[in-house]
């Protein structure tokens, strides 16, 4: 056992080049062999220790699962299952973590979570606590999971940094989210993040994203550390990042502020994938710098056209889509996009992803025509009613409508827009803010002295987390629905629904009867 465990420890810490050499020239060994064979001999004589470590030894160094010495551990392992103290309990668990199911791995799978569930009372170690977790997997049964858990947070005042981060992997190997472990992990983590390797970083986000754990103070802390450190990150590294904070829809400013500096002085830096992940990153976020905006989308631009031979008509559509959402419009790649060998490239009627291509063209489409420079706020929109009917989630916003304005044609309720544009509630008022007006005294024609206020009850998870900024799709909603005439006000529903009737009257009659009403194209009314 020791020869084995000292040769696979020598063994982890090679390449992955000079493992697989190294793995060759183990197995030609005679001294292996007869090793091998000794160990199948003298199996069901061995201490506990020695039996796990040597499996995990064995599986570790690639010796082949079918084996009859890989079988014959497995099966005394079995049979010794109960004499196992925590700590083998913990390696057994590691090993069979790296096995494929078959029946004998099965049942000592089996007879393993069996095992543990009884044990877990019985053991204050976290590291070994992470361990099972970890091992048991997203398959666990979910009473063992929650016994886990109470074990965890039993200990959890003797957290250290190390075993935070892989507390806090192991939650996400089971599929569990804890938020008060995850509360403690992320604590630890922030106080210690200068210490966390790159790797381990990327990994905490991803499983933030896994598990929907939405933690502000856990994303300021590593945003604000690769932020001021951002002089020793590969940019290449800082790209990662990014795409992780974007998949948790969370807007780290600053970080993104530097990032466009090191685009605009080296942008060769962009291959394709990045420049892609870039745009994605960007435009979902809703990040627009304030001083450098000509400049980044310029170079952004430049480094597409660059790519346009190489580049796929479905990446020149998710390219394009992503400018053309913050605003921009690449016209050298909108040309070669609209092209109509593209368009029926793009739309083939065998393809999964097409409503999304086709929503993703829409948009483009009402970009080139409502952000054109040439583009004139009409006199006069044509709207209808989708439906009479309002969603359950608009129900109170609706009484509360009616109970303030008195009757129910003095707004309209889910109205169609052109470019497939749609509002939940439209109301009219004077040009001073102060009088709202009959919806049929103002519906065919056309007024400037009328103002058109649309209310949009939206989704949290249409703003950055954390925060009321809103992320690129609903931005590019609001900024197009100003283009047509109307003053936007974004209400976030989960917040609406909780108030009560009284208060959504007030909260309401407050955005309809503002004082301080700005020009369509300054509004910006966000609500916390």
Not at 223 to 238: C, E, F, G, M, P
Request: net charge neutral; aromatic share 8%; with cysteine.
């Amino acid at each position: 056992t020791n020869c084995l465990t000292t040769v696979w420890r020598l063994f982890k810490n090679l390449s992955e080049d000079q493992q697989r050499y190294e793995k060759q020239l183990i197995f030609e060994h005679p001294a292996f062999v007869k090793l091998c064979q000794q160990l199948l001999r003298d199996s069901r004589r061995m201490t506990r220790g020695d039996l796990v470590f040597s499996l995990h030894a064995v599986v570790n160094l690639g010796v082949p699962q079918n084996t009859l010495l890989v079988q014959t551990l497995v099966r005394v392992c079995q049979e010794k299952l109960n004499q196992l103290d925590n700590r083998c309990i913990s390696v057994l668990a590691t090993t069979l973590g790296g096995l494929d199911k078959d029946k004998n791995v099965s049942a000592l799978q089996a007879g393993l979570q069996l095992l543990v569930e009884q044990r877990i009372p019985s053991i204050r170690d976290i590291f070994i606590l992470q361990n099972l977790m970890k091992c048991m997997g997203k398959d666990a049964p979910v009473f063992l999971k929650k016994k886990l858990e109470m074990a965890v947070l039993k200990e959890i005042d003797h957290l250290t940094f190390l075993n935070a981060l892989r507390v806090f992997l192991a939650l996400a190997a089971m599929n569990y989210c804890s938020v008060p472990i995850l509360n403690a992990c992320s604590k630890k983590i922030q106080e210690n993040v200068h210490d966390a390797p790159f790797r381990q970083l990327i990994l905490i986000l991803e499983a933030c994203y896994n598990l929907q754990y939405r933690n502000v103070q856990l994303f300021s802390a590593l945003a604000d550390y690769v932020n001021s450190t951002a002089y020793l990150w590969d940019k290449r590294q800082i790209i990662l990042f990014l795409s992780a904070f974007e998949t948790l829809g969370f807007q780290p400013t600053e970080l993104m502020g530097i990032f466009v500096e090191k685009v605009t002085e080296d942008p060769e830096f962009l291959n394709l994938k990045n420049l892609l992940i870039v745009l994605r990153v960007y435009s979902r976020l809703n990040y627009v710098p304030r001083d450098q905006k000509h400049l980044f989308f310029e170079t952004l631009h430049s480094c597409l056209n660059k790519y346009l031979p190489q580049i796929s008509n479905t990446e020149l559509l998710k390219a394009v889509y992503s400018l053309c959402i913050l605003g921009y419009l690449p016209h050298r790649a909108l040309d070669e996009l609209l092209q109509k060998d593209s368009r029926d490239e793009l739309l083939q009627s065998d393809d999964l992803y097409k409503e999304q291509k086709e929503m993703m063209l829409r948009c483009v489409k009402a970009c080139m025509e409502l952000d054109s420079p040439s583009f004139v706020k009409p006199a006069f929109v044509l709207t209808e009613n989708f439906s009479s009917l309002v969603s359950l989630n608009l129900r109170k916003a609706r009484e509360a409508l009616i109970e303030l304005l008195g009757d129910e044609n003095m707004f309209r309720q889910n109205v169609e827009l052109p470019y497939k544009y749609h509002i939940d509630f439209e109301i009219r008022m004077d040009s001073d803010r102060k009088k709202v007006l009959p919806v049929a005294a103002t519906d065919d024609h056309a007024d400037s002295s009328v103002q058109r206020l649309a209310f949009l009850f939206v989704p949290l998870s249409a703003f950055c987390v954390g925060t009321t900024y809103p992320q690129g799709k609903l931005a590019m909603k609001k900024r197009h629905l100003n283009k047509l005439g109307y003053h936007v006000i974004l209400v976030l529903n989960k917040k609406f629904q909780e108030m009560t009737n009284e208060d959504a009257v007030e909260f309401l009659k407050g955005k309809i009867y503002s004082e301080n009403a700005l020009p369509f194209s300054e509004v910006t009314v966000q609500d916390d």
